[in-house]
């Protein structure tokens, strides 16, 4: 191996001097190298046409059209004939083996010697290039070799013809070396590189080339990025997005099949105040379709229009019986479900409208009033869809807001406890709008309070006297139960769903938005907080008025039931609450399923405790034999059997134990438990039925006027088990 300083047109040591190229010394001699074929940029026919032998006025070379071989000599001849040329044979090479390049001479065309490349530019400048790049590969095995490389190591683009015909220089890509052809010399614009190649090239120069002058440093411009994320919400769903909206009601779907297995899973036969009800709206038929007097004074003491549930409920039982009436109400608390889901989902977004509806759907009164035959399924239904007006036409005409006063009015004229929530809707209806509406939303709020306000005068103008309100609802009798009760029984059916509502309250006073407020658009701030404030305490402490109330009342007489009414309110703060339990993103999940899972257990245990009452089918089918439609009845829940027995009597044979007033055969007037006792005595009742739970001091008074009575018998006990205790109807029948 040579020395890595020697380039390949040096290292030959076969050399001569024939062609008159003189003795070569130093870099002052022809630097020819291994000529192989011409480079395939210029695709040059080689020869002069001198005694070539190549007719056809060829030239002597045809044109190279193939790549040329690079690191190693070519050997032509070797003593063989080659036919070059149209037509002409022409020995190339003969009469011994003679190497291309190197340096040499070359013979061409039968011992006519001629000199290759004589004044060629072309090859000279392509001999010098193949040196340099055969000392290049040297320097790149010495490098693999672990010797040192040269620190500058040029690179040497093809020549290229410039415009008009002359022939320029050679540029390397980063401007270190250029080969000036006229001068027949390679400059160097640094010393380190001239330095390095000077030893091989015989055309090396150094030329000094001073640094251009820095720019000044400018301010770096701000650059547009080709592509920008979209903002990504801190929720898990986009409010308004099509997928979570799927999403949600595919879900919605799940919490309403699992509140329907809730509630159908109660069994029972009618409760006391189903009873009533259905039997009452049998009579409000008859009287409304063949004008049959209404047995009892039933607008005086319930609870509720007797002629909008009640109807409702006959019609139905009419068809589908008992059975028939429940699903009704389980339709009617499917419904409420329902649209506190789509009213949170106004107000806030899906994930928490998600958790309203799961919450409010396994609380204690929604699943027993969703298979229980009363007024109060139908009153939360229509006070919910009532505040889903309100919420929706929050952005609509003013007027628009009137829409909800005639299923507030409806609520109030089924269920008077729901009059209780009229004033919330009236403030909601502001707050709603506030920010939308400024000022007009305040007589937003006034227009569905005197909406309402004028259905409840023309309701009352056209019926008349509405003695139940005051009995059942305002002027109630007061009771016996403490504050301490009603607040404790009011936590068990209701707390964890009034946590989740408080604790929403305030993460929202605190957090206007985690992604679930479609009310905040993009060109404005949210609620201030001083509306967010308002709304949580609205909504939240709305849960409150049905226990307060009857704390007032002393009594906790269906507060299980009511509690229902006050959490429909509570509920988007309690969706809400439960979002941000759960947090951004569902990272924390197992707390929302943690409080869901509660409020469900405590949902089915409590409403399993509450619908268990006494199971009448037994008594009633005993009874059945003993009854017709002349004798006088006593039940402790005639109700019950009034119902049951209907195609065998009426209703007024029937008497209760809550009150009575009654005259003995010597005309001595009595009332409360004695006008009972007398009445035994007197042997006024053909069938007496008592099961010693309802009415205490009445049920004392009878067995005591029973005992050694010899007008009566005891026919039958009809055993029961509640959640309570075991039990027994015990019938006695006239002698």
């Known amino acids: 191996m040579s020395d890595r300083r020697t380039p390949t047109w040096a290292d030959d040591s076969e050399l001569h001097d024939e062609q008159g190229y003189g003795q070569r010394q130093d870099r002052q001699q022809s630097p020819l190298q291994g000529l192989q074929q011409g480079p395939p940029e210029h695709q040059q026919q080689y020869?002069?046409?001198?005694?070539?032998?190549?007719?056809?006025?060829n030239n002597g070379y045809p044109q190279q059209n193939q790549q040329h071989q690079h690191q190693q000599h070519q050997q032509y001849g070797n003593g063989n004939q080659q036919q070059y040329g149209n037509g002409n044979q022409q020995q190339y090479g003969q009469g011994g083996q003679q190497q291309y390049g190197q340096g040499g001479q070359q013979q061409y065309a039968q011992g006519n010697q001629q000199q290759y490349a004589q004044g060629d530019e072309d090859q000279r400048r392509?001999?010098?290039?193949e040196s340099l790049r055969q000392y290049a590969q040297r320097a790149e095995a010495q490098v693999q070799q672990g010797q040192t490389r040269p620190r500058v190591q040029p690179t040497y683009p093809p020549y290229q013809q410039q415009a008009g015909g002359d022939q320029g220089g050679y540029v390397t890509e980063t401007g270190s070396w250029r080969f000036d052809v006229h001068d027949r010399t390679s400059s160097y614009p640094?010393?380190?590189?001239y330095d390095t190649y000077a030893p091989y090239d015989p055309y090396a120069s150094y030329t000094a080339v001073e640094p251009e002058a820095a720019p000044a440093p400018t301010a770096p411009e701000?650059?547009?990025?080709?592509?920008?994320l979209p903002p990504v919400q801190e929720s898990a769903w986009a409010v308004d997005g099509g997928r979570s909206k799927l999403l949600g009601r595919w879900v919605?779907?799940?919490?309403?099949?699992?509140?329907t297995g809730l509630s159908l899973r109660l069994r029972g036969t009618a409760f006391q105040d189903e009873a009533l009800y259905i039997a009452a709206g049998h009579y409000e038929v008859g009287n409304i379709l063949n004008g049959t007097p209404v047995p009892g004074d039933f607008e005086g003491y319930f609870s509720g229009y007797p002629k909008l549930y009640p109807v409702l409920a006959a019609m139905v039982d009419s068809v589908a019986g008992l059975a028939g009436v429940r699903i009704v109400s389980l339709f009617f608390m499917l419904g409420a479900t329902a649209l506190l889901y789509a009213t949170t989902r106004r107000m806030f977004n899906v994930r928490a409208a998600l958790g309203a509806a799961a919450l409010f759907s396994v609380i204690q009164s929604t699943v027993f009033l969703g298979n229980f035959a009363t007024f109060d399924a139908a009153a939360i239904f229509l006070l919910a869809l009532a505040f889903w007006i309100v919420v929706r036409t929050g952005r609509s005409h003013i007027l628009a807001v009137v829409l909800a006063a005639p299923p507030a009015f409806l609520a109030f004229g089924t269920k008077y406890a729901a009059g209780l929530y009229l004033p919330t809707l009236v403030v909601l209806a502001v707050l709603t709008a506030y920010r939308h509406r400024g000022v007009l939303a305040l007589v937003r709020g006034a227009l569905l309070g005197a909406a309402m306000a004028a259905m409840l005068g023309a309701a009352y103008v056209l019926t008349g006297s509405l003695g139940g309100i005051s009995q059942t609802t305002t002027d109630r009798a007061k009771g016996a139960d403490t504050a301490t009760t009603i607040l404790q029984h009011s936590s068990e059916w209701g707390g964890l769903m009034f946590l989740a509502a408080l604790g929403g309250s305030i993460a929202y006073v605190i957090r206007p938005s985690m992604g679930e407020m479609p009310w905040l658009d993009k060109q404005g701030p949210g609620p201030g907080r001083f509306r967010r404030v308002l709304l949580g305490l609205l909504l939240t402490g709305t849960a409150l008025l049905a226990p307060a109330y009857q704390i007032h009342l002393q009594t906790e007489i269906s507060l299980f039931k009511h509690v229902g009414f006050g959490l429909l309110f509570a509920g988007p703060m309690a969706g809400l609450g439960m979002s941000r339990l759960v947090g951004p993103h569902f990272r924390h999940p197992q707390l929302g399923i943690m409080l869901y899972v509660l409020t469900l257990v405590f949902g089915m245990v409590q409403s399993q405790q509450a619908y268990s009452f006494p199971d009448s089918k037994e008594m009633t089918a005993i009874l059945r034999t003993m009854v017709d439609r002349k004798g006088s009845y006593l039940a402790e829940e005639h109700e019950v059997p009034a119902y049951y027995l209907r195609d065998k009597t009426d209703y007024d044979q029937w008497q209760s134990t809550f009150g009575m007033d009654y005259k003995d055969k010597k005309g001595k007037q009595y009332s409360g438990p004695d006008a009972y006792r007398a009445a035994v005595k007197d042997a006024k009742f053909d069938v007496i039925v008592l099961r010693g739970t309802v009415t205490p001091e009445v049920d004392t008074a009878v067995t005591d006027a029973l005992r050694g009575n010899s007008h009566y018998r005891l026919a039958a006990v009809s055993r029961f088990t509640t959640s309570k205790g075991d039990g027994a109807f015990r019938i006695w029948v006239k002698r």
């Not at 020869?47 to 006025?57: C, S």
């Not at 392509?126 to 290039?129: E, F, P, R, S, V």
């Not at 701000?222 to 920008?228: A, D, F, I, L, Q």
């Open 252 to 259: 919605m779907l799940c919490v309403l099949l699992i509140q």
């Open 222 to 228: 701000s650059e547009k990025p080709g592509y920008t």
């Open 47 to 57: 020869g002069n046409g001198n005694g070539n032998g190549n007719g056809n006025g």
């Open 126 to 129: 392509y001999a010098q290039q």
């Open 190 to 193: 640094d010393q380190q590189t």
